[in-house]
């Protein structure tokens, strides 16, 4: 709780300079350039879709959830732009069949453990060349899950920082501490849903999207004498 003097402080700043900031909440988001998914569910709580130069997760808790859906969504998202996509498939798990576009532009990375997974999104990420890199870890196992450093992820977010690319983790639980997006997904698809069209899918994908504050907003330390 701030003491007598620092509110003092602010209210004197606030006397003398109206237009002046005094608390870290009161300070503007510097937003991040960001690529449409075209999900309006994803998008539009996101203010234009998933941040550029930054990480982002998304956690498939449940089977059913419509992780698979999304992976693919994303994927032929980029196909329809003329861009490349590099997605990481940490257990060979990919059905590229479900892609409806050309895949001469897709880099399937196909990985038997969650170490050769990191190891090629590191590559992928150090290279820079890649619009939007996809790390798919949600069928990996859970010991080799728990084996990852948590320095990994802040690594790929500093290499990320200096580029444009988006790059989305998806994962069975939370684990990484510095995305700037996290998308939970909450839908419960049964087994006949594989009958339906995967466009009808998408519109019923539920999903629950949060921001981590922004680095530009971090708070400004007032020490008085």
């Known amino acids: ?11 004197l700043l606030a006397e003398r300079f109206p237009g002046l900031r005094t608390r870290a909440d009161e300070l503007p988001g510097a937003r991040h ?14 203010h234009g879709g998933l941040p550029k130069g930054a990480l982002a997760e998304i956690v498939a808790e ?13 994927i032929q998202r980029s196909l329809d732009e003329n861009k490349f996509v590099a997605v990481i498939d940490g257990q060979d798990s990919l059905d590229v069949t479900q892609v409806r ?24 990420l150090r290279d820079g060349n890649l619009p939007l890199v996809l790390l798919d870890l949600v069928s ?3 010991a080799q899950l728990r084996k990852i450093p948590a320095t990994t992820w802040y690594r790929f977010q500093r290499l ?15 684990m990484v501490a510095p995305a700037q997006v996290r998308v939970t ?6 087994l006949s849903a594989l009958e339906r069209e995967p466009q009808e899918l998408l519109r019923e994908l539920t999903m629950e999207v949060s921001e981590a504050r ?11 004498a």
């Open 160 to 174: 990320l920082e200096q580029t444009s690319a988006v790059c989305v983790v998806m994962t069975p639980r939370v």
């Open 33 to 46: 350039p960001s690529w449409p998914t075209g999900l309006p569910q994803l998008d539009q709580p996101l």
């Open 214 to 224: 922004r680095s530009g907003e971090q708070a400004l330390e007032l020490k008085l």
């Open 101 to 124: 576009e050309d895949l001469s532009r897709l880099l399937w990375v196909r990985c038997r453990s969650t170490g050769e997974a990191l190891k090629a999104t590191d590559l992928l």
């Open 62 to 74: 449940q089977r059913g959830c419509g992780s698979a859906l999304l992976l693919t969504a994303l």
């Open 1 to 11: 709780m701030p003491s007598a003097n620092i509110i003092q402080l602010r209210q």
């Open 140 to 142: 990996n196992p859970s």
């Open 185 to 190: 997904l909450r839908s419960r698809f049964s």
